[in-house]
């Protein structure tokens, strides 16, 4: 090997053991360079990811306030903007930045009004350059007044901002004021050093948003304080507590801008207030004293604005209340009118016992509703709104249970009128009662479709709903309609499903109306064919018809049967239309009764069920809430002197009551 190899070799070798033991090591003597500002430049487009800045000659009517563009060399794909335009929402407003010796890694903004630029402590005539003038130039080169600013940063992975932002220009709650003002921009570098601010001068002008609530499906009507106007006032159940069937009382309101934002609407912020209670309407008034809520839950109205547009209360106290909203747009411009809604709560005491109600359709007032046939000619003897609420009062009086006439039972029949029926009674009257007893004996008119109350079920579903119980007792009592229905034909059912009131609340699922009149034809002339019912729990005791009172009420006419009576209309001498059901068993409805039949062996009515008992258990609440009886046939038919009547009201009282 050579003589200059073996020499190389050998430098080497002392280099790497220098390095190795740390004799010696490699050390840059070099001055290091300084980081170099970056630069940001405000655009009128969103700037593409492979532009290159190469340069900008801009030439301005006015360089103080940079307004009035004569002349700008683009010599890359966007353009430096100046915006003169009154705007009237908050723009988006682009820019890019660059860093020759690094990255952009964040940008920061502020906007400052024209007047505003006086209070920050760089001296008027610093700001204004002692011409009256405002120079934001000299302003954003004091350092005091630049870090006087209310800078907000955008970092980096903010989903479209860190080369743009809906800028929030300032705005006067004067439609005809245009407020002008400046908007500065910043770039960050990766080290943290900051560009020189860039500015450009905006225009804003506003009009107020209007603020709606919407109170549940109560129709909603815009406040004017010179002219007041107000939600229609309703009332609500309130519980301490949201369970399985009572979701709390729920207010929701929105805001709309229809002259800033013609299109879509933008996102609105709102303050909101909930006063009360108060003893009466007239003195429902917004009262700081009665303040029950706000959206930041202070004891003080309007400190903070939420994005929240609605709102769910409970443990509200019995009383009125008034529900106070406001937007405000984006432009921090409040409703000058703010939206108002009363409305009363309800707290539900269940102190008495239980309610007697006649659901009953009468004809002219004193014929009973028999679908297609009516009680003709009314007797002494026949049904009539007096002796069927004599029967319904002696049957469920007496039982140990409170009961008065006077104040303890509605019927729906007002009195000396044919055809006029009173409200149901409202939900203060219901809340009162652990229970409410509602009987319907008319044959084909299902309670929602009786004449002039439309709102059985829901009235019903909202007392259960916070733990009231409910007895029924009639016919049709759940389907819509049972078209198609004639004396003669086969059975028609009615099937409910989740949605249903009589699925819910009672655990029906089918509903069935035989004719029983068909066994007419088959020479079945002489007994009914409901003959009793037959108790499926032991403290029911066996109900039996009456069948001599049946023949009483008997007046429909039916060809080809005789007048026994020798009133000139034929006679049938059986009950029209028992009805049946079928119930949910898995969810805990149990029967109690089942129809038997003087036929039993071609009856289609054989051992259904005509009485059943449903308890819904709360999952939220860990217990039972409401509870539920029906009876599918009526009472007025059965036998009363044996006392197994007045035995199974005392029973249905019982079960419902304790």
């Known amino acids: 090997m050579s003589r200059n190899i073996w020499i190389t ?32 430049f405000i655009t009128n487009v969103p700037p593409s990811s492979d532009s290159e800045i190469l340069s900008i000659d801009t030439v301005f009517a006015d360089p103080v306030l940079r307004t009035g563009i004569l002349s700008i060399d683009t010599t890359y794909d966007y353009n430096t903007v100046v915006d003169t335009i009154i705007y009237l929402a908050n723009p988006r407003i682009y820019w890019f930045g660059t860093d020759e010796d690094g990255r952009v890694d964040a940008f920061e903004y502020a906007v400052v009004p024209t007047d505003s630029l006086r209070p920050h402590p760089v001296g008027l005539s610093v700001v204004r350059d002692n ?44 439609t005809s004021v245009a407020i002008d003002q400046f908007l500065f921009v910043r ?113 003080t109205p309007r400190l903070e604005w939420t994005e929240q547009e609605r709102n769910t209360f409970f443990n509200l106290r019995s009383g009125w209340y008034v529900f106070w909203v406001r937007a405000r747009d984006d432009a921090f411009v409040a409703d000058p009118q703010p939206a108002i809604a009363r409305f009363q709560v309800v707290e539900p005491a269940f102190d008495k016992e239980f309610l007697l109600m006649d659901a009953t359709n009468w ?56 055809d006029a029926y009173r409200a149901l009674p409202d939900r203060d009257i219901l809340a009162r009662y652990k229970a409410l007893v509602v009987y319907d004996e008319d044959m084909q008119v299902p309670l929602d479709l009786d004449n002039n109350i439309r709102e059985f079920s829901s009235v019903l579903g909202e007392y259960m709903n916070v733990g009231g119980r409910v007895v029924l007792i009639g016919r049709n009592l759940f389907a819509s309609s049972v078209t198609g229905w004639v004396p003669t034909g086969g059975p028609q059912e009615a099937t409910l499903t989740g ?10 699922t089918r509903m069935f ?66 009805n049946w059901i079928g ?20 009856s289609p ?32 038919v059965l036998k009363r002197g044996d006392g197994n009547l007045r035995v199974m009201a005392r029973t249905v009282l019982d079960y419902i009551l304790e």
């Open 9 to 40: 070799c050998g430098g080497i070798a002392l280099l790497l053991a220098a390095l190795v033991t740390g004799c010696g090591y490699l050390k840059n003597k070099g001055t290091p360079r300084d980081n170099i500002k970056p630069r940001v």
């Open 131 to 174: 011409t009256g003038l405002v120079n934001p130039q000299r302003f954003v080169m004091t350092p005091a007044a630049a870090d006087s600013l209310d800078w907000i940063e955008l970092l980096p992975g903010q989903v479209d901002v860190v080369n743009s932002a809906a800028v929030f220009l300032f705005a006067d709650i004067d």
């Open 187 to 299: 770039a960050i570098d990766n080290l943290g050093l900051r560009s020189e601010i860039e500015y450009a001068r905006y225009s804003r002008q506003n009009h107020p948003p209007e603020t709606y609530i919407r109170l549940d499906t109560i129709e909603i009507i815009q406040p004017n304080f010179s002219s007041p106007k107000e939600v229609r006032s309703r009332k609500y159940y309130s519980l301490p507590q949201s369970t399985a069937t009572y979701p709390g009382i729920t207010i929701g309101w929105s805001g709309t801008d229809s002259t800033d934002f013609p299109d879509e609407q933008p996102a609105f912020e709102f303050n909101w207030v909930l006063f009360g209670p108060y003893p009466d309407q007239n003195s429902a008034l917004p009262d700081s004293a009665k303040i029950v809520r706000t959206n930041d839950n202070l004891a």
């Open 363 to 418: 004809t002219n007032g004193n014929r009973l509703n028999a679908g297609s046939y009516f009680f003709r000619e009314a007797r002494g003897d026949s049904l009539a709104p007096d002796t069927l609420r004599a029967l319904y009062e002696s049957l469920f009086s007496g039982h140990g249970y409170p009961f008065s006439k006077a104040t303890d039972a509605w019927y729906r029949q007002m009195p000396d009128s044919s």
């Open 499 to 508: 949605a249903d009131f009589g699925y819910i609340y009672f655990g029906v």
């Open 513 to 578: 109306f035989p004719s029983h009149l068909a066994y007419a034809q088959a020479g079945h002339t002489d007994t009914a064919d409901f003959l009793n019912v037959i108790p499926l729990d032991p403290r029911f005791p066996v109900v039996a018809t009456d069948t001599f009172l049946t023949l009483k009420l008997s007046q429909l006419p039916i060809s080809g049967l005789k007048d026994r009576d020798g009133d000139g209309f034929e006679n049938w001498l059986w009950i029209p239309d028992v």
């Open 583 to 602: 119930i949910d068993r898995t969810r805990g409805a149990i029967g109690f009764y089942q129809f038997n039949s003087v036929y039993p062996n071609t």
């Open 605 to 636: 009515s054989q051992g259904r069920i005509v009485g059943a008992r449903y308890e819904f258990f709360d999952p939220l609440l860990g217990r039972n809430t409401f509870r539920s009886a029906i009876i599918t046939f009526p009472l007025s």
